[in-house]
Structures are given as structure tokens and as C-alpha cells.
């Protein structure tokens, strides 16, 4: 585990945290209480979904996300000859995979998610038959060279050529070995490639600019005895492991976890209690950054599988100050930012993210969302090139949020509207079941 996770479980002391109170304005704010378990984590059931139909016989995987984005990667395996039972969030769901993808006979719809349509293109790399994609109007305007460019030079083949955006057609067949540096540092960059390698039974070198990006991917490879290694900087991958059918848990989701725990934080009192949350230290960047900010956090009941450690997050409500968070720590915090802005919006002092210009790729431009709504609904907030600045308000947060069909914006935001005098209208607030299934229902659980 990371040094920023080991430090939390080492001062965990529930007689240490900080109970100093949020301010609230008008009626009183909210008061948290009870223990949650947030949806699997979203990263992690996509891979083993995909993974599963790789393998040829039965895989079991406990408690997946059951998210819209989640559902549009069991649907497209399924037209590429994978059988994948319904998903269910507290049950286990079941793929027979036939050993490789098969052909579907139409084309292939993968919804909001990015990850989906990333991920896949890199195992659909490695074989000789032809498939097309698309996606929402959202997941058309992401930019995919980023993945067919380096596998255009393994050796598959795009229609139009080095597609920068869905719809695409891909044709697979033979790949060759790659070495390549990452424009930026993208987990699902990576995973794609990293699939296309196993897919294709060949090596792959690769360098990420800004620092490690999660890494769920190496760690389940390692799990099924493929040699990944990082040297001199670069993820190095050998074909030399084989998927076979597994059993598997996924973990709790931190970036859903997140949410719950800054509607924790801005509360008048009380505590949370979120079993099972994923502690895996290239995606809790987070933790290290509340701390910054003078958040108590604390973490027990650890536990690992598959390679990735888990444990149960308490949180309770604390005074929050600003911070700097540089651009090393985005990649391991990066879907976070939208909670971390909503809670800079609360902070004393002007919170600085810098380099987040990866933001306006997203679901959204969540850069200029995330400034204009924190203005929106009386804060302030600034973009300043790839920097956004927050400076932190002590007036109720009143106003109508546009989320642009955001998940993460419309939980953020969600949040931000429970301290105390908030009237927070935000416009999509359903758009939050692309990720976080009943987050609406859950985060109103959560009072006491």
C-alpha cells in the first residue's frame, strides 16, 4: 500500500478526530449517521467483465457495478459471443467466455462509457474480423487516437484511419511488440494497449508523462501470471500468463465512496461508515488531499484480493482548508475533482488544481462546468489555462446546476446542496446511474 494509505491506517484513532463543526447558514445542516456500501468499483468490473469473456470456460464475479456504463460492457460482450448472466449488485454474476471474441453481426453500442469503448478496441485489436462502434452523443466527442494511433502501429487497421472519434470501424489480426509513450497519463490508455498485448500474445513498453495512472489492470495481469513490471519509469508487459476462468470480488468504488464521504464531511455532525471501499494507493490520491485540507479520516478492516487492498473508510464532519493540489497527483485523483471543488467551494482560502486540462475531455468539460456552476450557485471559481482555482465561500449555496448529462457534476453538486440554507437545483439529476446506481436515495439514507 501507498504511504498516504498507510498513514491513515497507522493514526487511525477514533478518540483523535477532529470534531469541529461545518458552518451552516439558515436551517440546520445535515447530520450523517449509519454504514453504507457504495456500488463495485467501476474500473474493476470492467476489466473483469472483459477479461472473464477472454477466458474460455466460467468466471464468478461478486458484487459488480451494476451502472448503466457497466451494463453496456456486458451488452457488447454479449454480441461477441460471450455468455454474461444479469447483473446484480449484491449477487455474483456469471460470464462463459469461448476463449477468444467472436464476430457480432452488428455493430456495437457502448453507451456513455469511455472505458467500454477504450478497452475494448484493444482486445478487438487482436482479431481477424472487422467491428464497428459508436457510442452517446458524450462518448462521440472523446477523443480516441489516443488508442488507434499506437494500434495502428501493432498492426490493426481503422476505418476512417487513426479515428479520433466513435463511430469507428476496427479490423484485427497479427499484432507486433510496441513500445510507445503515452500523450497522457490514462489508465484506460494503457488497459487498451496492455489488452492488446494480451490478446495478441505480444510485449508492450509503455511510458505514462505525469506520473502513474491506476493501476487495476497490472495488478489483475500479475494475479493471472502475466509478468508486469516497471522499470526505468515504463509499465513493462510479457505475454507470458493465461486468463482462465476466476472467481473474483470488486471491491467497493472510492470514487462513489468519495461522494459520500464530502457529504460526510460537510455535515454538522454525526459519522459515516463505508465497508469495503478500495484502497488501492493510484486511486485514493483523494485521501491524501482531504487530509491537506484538515480532514479526519479514518480506515480499518483491511483486506486484499486480486491485488487490491480494500478497507472500511469512517469519516466525520471537520473544518476544511484550502490547498494546492499539483499536477503528479491528478492521474490518482482525477475522477475526484469535481467533489474536491465542491468541497474547495467550503474551504477557507483559494484551492488550486493544477494542470486538470484532461477535465474538458471527459463526459463533459467538466474545467468550465465545475467554475461555472461553483459560480452559478453564488461561489467563486476561475479557470486559468489548464488551472481551476476555487475560493472557498461561507454563503449558502443557491442556484440552477447544468450538469451536460455528467454523472460526476450532478453528484458533486447533489452534495453540495445538503449544507445547511443550500437550494441546489440541479438540472440531470438521474444522469448519476451512469456510475453510482440510487446515489440520490443513498446520499438522502445517509441522514440522520
Same mark, same amino acid.
Not at 463543526?21 to 476489466?47: E, L, Y
Not at 480499518?300 to 491485488?307: K, R
Given at each position: ?63 459488480? +457495478?451494476?451502472?448503466?456504463? @457497466?451494463?453496456? %460492457? /456486458? =451488452?457488447? &460482450?454479449?454480441? #461477441?459471443? !460471450? ?24 455493430? +456495437?453500442?457502448?453507451?456513455? @462509457?469511455?472505458? %467500454? /469503448? =477504450?478497452? &475494448?478496441?484493444? #482486445?478487438? !485489436? ?24 499506437? +494500434?495502428?502501429?501493432?498492426? @490493426? ?8 472519434? #466513435? ?26 494497449? +496492455?489488452?492488446?498485448?494480451? @490478446? ?249
Amino acid at each position: 500500500m501507498g504511504s498516504v494509505v498507510m498513514a491513515v491506517v497507522n493514526n487511525y484513532n477514533p478518540a483523535t478526530f477532529n470534531t469541529m463543526q461545518a458552518a451552516t447558514f439558515g436551517r440546520p445542516g445535515m447530520i450523517v449517521g449509519g454504514s453504507v456500501r457504495v456500488p463495485g468499483d467501476k474500473s474493476i468490473t470492467h476489466r473483469l467483465l472483459m477479461l472473464a469473456a477472454m477466458a474460455r470456460g466460467t468466471s464468478h464475479v461478486r458484487r459488480p +457495478l451494476t451502472s448503466l456504463d @457497466a451494463r453496456s %460492457t /456486458a =451488452r457488447v &460482450l454479449r454480441q #461477441l459471443g !460471450a455468455s454474461v448472466s444479469t447483473l446484480r449488485a449484491d449477487g455474483s454474476v456469471t460470464i462463459t467466455g469461448r476463449g477468444r471474441l467472436r464476430q457480432p453481426s452488428a455493430r +456495437l453500442n457502448c453507451g456513455n @462509457a469511455g472505458t %467500454t /469503448a =477504450r478497452l &475494448l478496441v484493444g #482486445l478487438l !485489436a487482436a482479431h481477424r474480423f472487422t467491428t464497428e462502434l459508436t457510442g452517446d452523443a458524450s462518448l462521440r466527442r472523446r477523443p480516441m487516437r489516443r488508442v488507434t494511433q499506437p +494500434l495502428s502501429l501493432m498492426g @490493426a487497421r481503422t476505418d476512417p484511419p487513426e479515428a479520433d472519434a #466513435l463511430p469507428f470501424a476496427i479490423r484485427g489480426g497479427p499484432l507486433a511488440p510496441l513500445r510507445w509513450d503515452l500523450p497522457v497519463s490514462s489508465a484506460q490508455i494503457k488497459t487498451c494497449l +496492455l489488452f492488446a498485448g494480451l @490478446a495478441g500474445g505480444v510485449g508492450v513498453s509503455l511510458h505514462e508523462p505525469q506520473g502513474r495512472s491506476r493501476d487495476h489492470t497490472e495488478r489483475l495481469l500479475r494475479s493471472m501470471g502475466y509478468t508486469v513490471a516497471e522499470r526505468r519509469g515504463r509499465v513493462e508487459f510479457e505475454p507470458d500468463g493465461r486468463v482462465v476462468p476466476f472467481e473474483a470480488d470488486v471491491p467497493a468504488d472510492p470514487s462513489s465512496a468519495a461522494f459520500l464521504m464530502g457529504a460526510a464531511l460537510l455535515a454538522d455532525k454525526g459519522e459515516l461508515v463505508l465497508p469495503a471501499v478500495g484502497i488501492n494507493p493510484t486511486r485514493v490520491g483523494f485521501f491524501s488531499v482531504l487530509e491537506r485540507m484538515g480532514a479526519a479520516l479514518g480506515l480499518q478492516d483491511l483486506a486484499e484480493s486480486w491485488g487490491e487492498p480494500s478497507g472500511t473508510v469512517i469519516v466525520r464532519p471537520g473544518a476544511l482548508t484550502a490547498t494546492e493540489v499539483v499536477a503528479s497527483e491528478i492521474p490518482s485523483l482525477v475522477d475526484e475533482v469535481p467533489m474536491l471543488a465542491v468541497l474547495a467551494s467550503r474551504a477557507e482560502g483559494v484551492t488550486a488544481f493544477r494542470d486538470v486540462g484532461e477535465l474538458r475531455v471527459k463526459e463533459s468539460d467538466r474545467l468550465t462546468l465545475l467554475a461555472r456552476n461553483i459560480r452559478a450557485v453564488g461561489g467563486n471559481a476561475e479557470v486559468q489555462g489548464d488551472d481551476l482555482l476555487v475560493e472557498g465561500s461561507q454563503r449558502p449555496p443557491r442556484g440552477r446546476v447544468v450538469t451536460q448529462g455528467d454523472h460526476r457534476i450532478a453528484m458533486a453538486f447533489s452534495v453540495l446542496g445538503t449544507v445547511g440554507g443550500a437550494r441546489v437545483v440541479v438540472d440531470d439529476p438521474d444522469c448519476a446511474n451512469v456510475s453510482f446506481p440510487g446515489f440520490a436515495a443513498t446520499l438522502r439514507s445517509i441522514r440522520r
